[in-house]
């Protein structure tokens, strides 16, 4: 299996502008992640899905900040407008089930730098 | 809440150990152990559940105290690959979300 897979690997944006983070899953999760990770506060849990279904949103920072999972195998973080704030390495992660040994897989990050 | 590693960084020579300790203020059901290496993503090690097992892989074995809330990260004869940052991510309750502590940095140097 391909693993987790995420684009772009690097995006530069002005403040202001509208970005998007996509991610495929490995096949046959059902679950799916999306963390954000800075110096500061570490990895945090922003949102995550059960078979494209938002469960838990409340990582999610402000409203400028949506994620949606319009099928099994994509979904899209997107940041309108963004602001420098913002930049951090966004990962995505999938796991098959949600039991207590359930594991997670992590995607390759997205590393966001907003001007 | 988030689960609290310490140390925070570690330095060690090739083939010296190290312990890591994660521990949590609610009561966990299992604990996840991650390394990161620099600019990569996270990759699983291993899982405990509650009920105070140990589990290994290769030289780094791990274990699960109850009472304590607190799980420990063993490293043994450490190795230069063993360097990275080290998560570890708590679940604690039925909605299944991880939430990791703020990571150990380990450095082996030869």
């Known amino acids: 299996d391909a693993g987790v897979i995420q684009s772009p690997r690097h995006e530069v944006t002005e403040m202001g502008q509208e970005v998007t983070l996509r991610c495929k899953p490995i096949s046959g999760h059902d679950y799916l992640f999306w963390y954000r990770q800075t110096m500061m506060r570490g990895l945090e849990l922003l949102i995550y899905?059960?078979?494209?279904?938002?469960?838990?949103d409340s990582g999610m920072p402000e409203d400028r900040f949506s994620a949606k999972m319009p099928n099994a195998s994509f979904s899209t973080l997107k940041i309108q407008p963004s602001e420098p704030r913002d930049s951090a390495v966004y990962f995505c992660?999938?796991?098959?089930?949600?039991?207590?040994?359930?594991?997670?897989?992590f995607g390759p990050g997205t590393r966001l730098t907003v001007l | 809440q988030q689960p609290v590693q310490s140390p925070q960084a570690v330095i060690l020579r090739e083939g010296e150990d190290a312990v890591i300790n994660c521990s949590s203020s609610?009561?966990?059901?299992?604990v996840h152990w991650y390394r990161q290496k620099h600019g990569e993503a996270p990759v699983f090690l291993m899982i405990?559940?509650?009920?105070?097992e140990q589990k290994g892989h290769e030289k780094i074995s791990a274990s699960f105290n109850e009472k304590k809330q607190q799980s420990s990260l063993y490293l043994t004869a450490s190795q230069l690959s063993y360097s990275g940052t080290y998560f570890c991510?708590?679940?604690?309750?039925?909605?299944?979300?991880?939430?990791f502590g703020k990571g150990t940095l380990l450095t082996v140097n030869p």
């Open positions: 609610k009561a966990l059901y299992s």
């Open positions: 899905f059960n078979n494209n279904v938002p469960i838990d």
């Open positions: 405990l559940l509650k009920g105070g």
């Open positions: 992660a999938s796991t098959l089930g949600a039991g207590f040994t359930d594991t997670q897989y």
């Open positions: 991510g708590s679940l604690s309750g039925s909605n299944y979300k991880l939430t």
